[in-house]
């Protein structure tokens, strides 16, 4: 007889751990009100693939194996998932040891990178620029890194995990002391995983100190060296607190400002609206775009540890429970790597790392 497990959560973590378990000959069943891809963080449209983690070579060594998972899952479904556009990450003027040990990691794995001092980056890269009053700081280039559709890769995950006769249930759940609520009825299984992202603070009050976040995505029409295909790559500025993507789908140019939204803010952009963080921030970084409208805004969630590694643990009292989350703005694309890993520890094949313990 086979292994029952119950995941609840449809999102890329979730899905990510029920394909695995699908994939290991486990019966599985996911339970999310909403069908993959449509609803929560998991429904943007798009979010980035890069391996450089800086001192952290746990999740590099992730990452990079979450890219050959996705490259293979877009083989196994026919999607396209990823574009190679690269990835630049833009380090602080004084202090480069992020940039330095990330690009040791990488040559360790073998994965090109290119470490740029400072002034190269915007003669390699013409819509860059350097409009602040600090000089440009340690820039690090990854050729193969990328961006992923996001949407798409929600759905080539569940039409994985369903071909692998994972059951997707469109149904609400609560937890019971960890046991599954669903339509009135307890739902058992050998094996149960929360992986519910954002609601898990409303699900499980005072279990975790994880906070759900919100971040919005602004558009801005694709411009001079911005057009599409122009070539830009993706890009992490850690030097002013941004992220952004070319224009890769069908809202143009994406730039993420490292600002809190509040939960109850529209959608969709305002008149005058645009943050003054957006505008100085591109005004002196994207300088091709310093005039270009707001078309599109884009809610970006996430599930914030105070130390953003992820959540990996027991329910407490309960060994066939388990608590998966804390992607903290960064797990999407570890996504199928993760799931394994996950996988894994709930199988007792290795030990969950303490620093994914509940907090």
């Known amino acids: 007889m086979s292994r029952t497990a119950l995941v609840v959560g449809a999102g890329v973590f979730g899905l990510s751990v029920a394909r ?25 449209e798009t979010r980035i693939l890069r391996c450089a983690h800086g001192a952290e070579p746990w999740y590099t060594e992730l990452a990079h194996r979450a890219t050959a998972a996705w490259r293979a899952l877009e083989r196994e479904s026919g999607r396209r998932l990823l574009l190679p556009t690269g990835v630049l ?4 003027p004084d202090d480069d040891a992020w940039e330095r ?37 340690t820039a690090l280039f990854e050729p193969e890194a990328g961006v992923l559709l996001a949407r798409q890769a929600v759905t080539a995950l569940a039409e994985s995990a369903a071909e692998r006769s994972a059951v997707l249930l469109r149904a609400a759940a609560r937890p019971d002391g960890g046991t599954a609520v669903v339509e009135g009825e307890p739902c058992r299984a050998d094996l149960t995983v929360w992986a519910v992202g954002t609601a898990l603070p409303a699900l499980f009050p005072g ?91 884009e809610v970006c969630s996430y599930a914030l540890t105070a130390d953003e590694h992820f ?41 969950a790392p303490r620093r994914f313990a509940l907090r």
């Open 89 to 92: 990450t833009l380090g602080p």
């Open 311 to 351: 959540l990996l643990d027991r329910y407490p009292g309960r060994s066939d429970v388990w608590i998966v989350g804390g992607d903290s703005g960064h797990g999407f694309k570890h996504g199928p790597a993760w799931g394994e890993f996950v996988c894994d520890v709930v199988e007792g094949r290795r030990a």
């Open 20 to 44: 695995a378990l699908a994939l290991r000959s486990w019966s599985v069943r996911v339970v999310d009100p909403n069908e993959p891809g449509t609803q929560g963080p998991s429904s943007a």
């Open 207 to 297: 279990l975790t100190t994880v906070r759900p976040v919100r971040q919005d995505s602004w558009y801005l029409p694709p411009e001079g060296p911005w057009a599409a295909g122009a070539g830009q790559p993706a890009w992490l500025d850690r030097a002013h607190g941004c992220y952004g993507i070319p224009a890769v789908g069908t809202h143009g140019v994406k730039v993420v400002p490292d600002v809190e939204t509040p939960p109850g803010a529209p959608a969709d952009p305002v008149p005058a609206e645009d943050p003054e963080a957006l505008r100085t921030y591109v005004r002196a970084r994207l300088p091709d775009l310093a005039d270009s409208p707001v078309t599109h805004r």
């Open 101 to 137: 040990a990330a690009a040791a990691h990488l040559a360790r794995l073998a994965v090109p990178a290119d470490v740029l001092p400072g002034g190269a980056m915007s003669r390699r890269f013409p819509g860059f620029a350097n409009g602040f009053e600090l000089s440009d700081g």
